[in-house]
């Protein structure tokens, strides 16, 4: 059984969190996938190909990504290297204070390439990442012609 986990599961969206895959077979070859809709509903996503150790798990921030949307060792690559399915397109989170993003991760066999929704993940989780931290108050700043917000801490 493939396990994908992040810690932790739960984090501000500045903050670095672990992914790692366990349960594969030794040298491996996978593809190990992030993606999210945003508020608009456009897709973004990134991946990144990975041979398993030998005991059969994948840590991006041990292990060197052999290609994909980056190479080398970055362990928030996934995260850092989202892309649009749509040209053009930029990811920004309009209701920081309301809902995270919600990043789904996927690992699957060999070198996925597309996005065959026939294709079943070996095994997947999920990543929230806030962008207001507990007991942040968002105060709206409307003075002459500057628009804003200001974020106090508790």
């Known amino acids: 059984m493939v396990e994908v986990t992040v810690t932790p599961q739960s984090s501000l969206s500045d903050r670095p969190v672990q992914i790692r895959v366990r349960g594969l077979s030794p040298s491996q ?3 190990l996938r992030a993606w999210l809709k945003d508020e608009q509903g456009e897709c973004f996503q990134s991946r ?4 398993a150790d030998g005991a059969g798990e994948v840590d991006p921030g041990l292990h060197a990504a052999l290609g994909g949307s980056y190479s080398g060792v970055w362990p928030m690559g996934l995260f850092w290297f989202l892309q649009p399915d749509t040209l053009f397109r930029r990811l920004v989170k309009r209701d920081v204070a309301g809902s995270p993003f919600r990043v789904r991760l996927e690992v699957f066999d060999g070198l996925c390439l597309g996005t065959d929704p026939r294709e ?4 997947s989780c ?4 806030w962008y207001l931290g507990p ?3 968002r105060v709206p700043v409307r003075e002459g012609r500057v628009r804003g917000a200001l974020f106090l801490p508790p």
């Open 120 to 123: 079943q993940p070996l095994g």
């Open 135 to 137: 007991g942040v108050q």
């Open 48 to 51: 990144a190909f990975f041979r």
């Open 29 to 31: 070859l996978v593809t």
């Open 126 to 129: 999920e990543a929230e990442r």
